[in-house]
């Protein structure tokens, strides 16, 4: 029974081409795919977010702002310019980037300067979208957030058991929310990346053809999005063995040292404590993102295969063993 569903039957045939295009081993190849991992989302950076505390604790009182001087503030502007510039950019390569791993595993050519340029407008196009889905994501939080919180805001108590029971729906609402948002990134990465650069279309007539495609298909939709989620949580535990293991191997030296240091010149400080845990993690993320390679080479092919089993016109993979990769 598993069998007819491509989800479950493509899975030996991707861990095949992983093999083949990931073994014996080439430093130039995975090298490549670590820094395609980096900027398309394998590298598993977070960006925290900002934590306020109580009005009472700055010393102001409720309802002022702190007088932060216009110098103050165009500094901060300026910085906050930067750093959405920075993280444009990022976006913008990790954007441009989906499309040339597809154009490496089609080939066989992990070459990332091969097709960047010609992806860029495809880049740009799937960038747009996706901040369109997160802004229009954001703006149905902030609309649910008034609905919930604005009949509550008339003074009661932060303990009071409305108050709670507000909390915990809006909190279960936004739970369900995501799930619309996940399968979203995951159909526009999986398939509608392909087939935008099979039919040389925008993001929307890609949606379009993938909606098509699935839709006589949904019960296989259905189960590779049941697969996928199974085998994500299975990487992800493997993956954090792997760089657990790693971490631990790498941190061996650094205690070492760390402990001569103290023991025997009777150096420990915070200056040392830097000096030791800034190589540490300059080793640390690009030892990582080598563990990832093979993860993220997986899954991209699997999703392609998926797609060229559940239509011919995209697939994309060749079907005969692929060749020596070049580096």
């Known amino acids: 029974m598993s069998d007819d569903?491509?989800?479950?039957?493509?899975i030996s045939g991707a861990v095949d081409r992983t093999k083949n295009l990931?073994?014996?081993?080439?430093?130039?190849?995975?090298?490549?795919?670590?820094?395609?991992?980096?900027?398309?989302?394998?590298?598993?950076?977070?960006?925290?977010?900002?934590?306020?505390?109580?009005?009472?604790?700055?010393g102001l009182a409720p309802g002022s702002l702190p007088?932060?001087?216009?110098?103050?503030?165009?500094?901060?502007?300026?910085?906050?310019?930067?750093?959405?510039?920075?993280?444009?950019?990022?976006?913008?390569?990790g954007s441009v980037l989906q499309f040339v791993f597809v154009d490496c595993l089609t080939s066989g050519r992990i070459l990332l300067t091969r097709t960047f340029k010609e992806r860029s407008g495809k880049g740009v196009r799937l960038l747009l979208f996706n901040i369109g889905i997160g802004l229009i994501f954001l703006l149905i939080i902030a609309v649910l957030a008034l609905i919930f919180f604005l009949p509550v805001?008339?003074?009661?108590?932060?303990?009071?058991?409305?108050?709670?029971?507000?909390?915990?729906?809006?909190?279960?609402?936004?739970?369900?929310?995501?799930?619309?948002l996940a399968l979203i990134a995951i159909f526009t990465t999986d398939f509608v990346v392909p087939v935008?650069?099979?039919?040389?279309?925008?993001?929307?007539?890609?949606?379009?053809?993938?909606i098509a495609i699935f839709a006589p298909e949904w019960k296989q939709a259905v189960v590779y999005v049941l697969v996928k989620f199974v085998l994500g949580i299975a990487a992800a535990i493997l993956l954090f063995i792997a760089v657990l293991i790693a971490v631990i191997i790498i941190g061996i030296p650094f205690v070492i040292i760390g402990v001569v240091l103290a023991t025997v010149f009777k150096l420990m400080n915070i200056m040392l404590?830097?000096?030791?845990?800034?190589?540490?993690?300059?080793?640390?993320?690009?030892?990582?993102?080598?563990?990832?390679?093979?993860?993220?080479?997986?899954?991209?092919?699997?999703?392609l295969q998926v797609l060229g089993r559940i239509s011919e016109k995209y697939a994309l993979l060749p079907n005969e063993s692929m060749d020596e990769p070049a580096v």
């Open 22 to 58: 990931l073994w014996p081993f080439q430093w130039g190849v995975w090298f490549r795919i670590a820094l395609i991992a980096l900027f398309i989302g394998g590298g598993g950076f977070n960006f925290p977010g900002s934590s306020y505390g109580d009005v009472s604790d700055t």
């Open 273 to 303: 404590l830097l000096l030791l845990l800034i190589p540490f993690v300059v080793i640390v993320i690009p030892v990582t993102l080598l563990i990832e390679v093979p993860f993220v080479t997986f899954f991209r092919y699997y999703s």
């Open 196 to 210: 935008m650069i099979r039919d040389d279309c925008g993001v929307i007539a890609a949606w379009r053809q993938v």
């Open 67 to 93: 007088d932060l001087g216009m110098d103050n503030i165009g500094i901060i502007l300026i910085i906050v310019g930067v750093v959405l510039l920075l993280a444009l950019i990022w976006m913008f390569i």
């Open 153 to 180: 805001m008339d003074g009661t108590p932060p303990g009071d058991a409305l108050v709670i029971g507000t909390v915990l729906m809006f909190v279960l609402l936004i739970l369900v929310l995501l799930i619309p």
């Open 5 to 10: 569903y491509y989800a479950f039957s493509e």
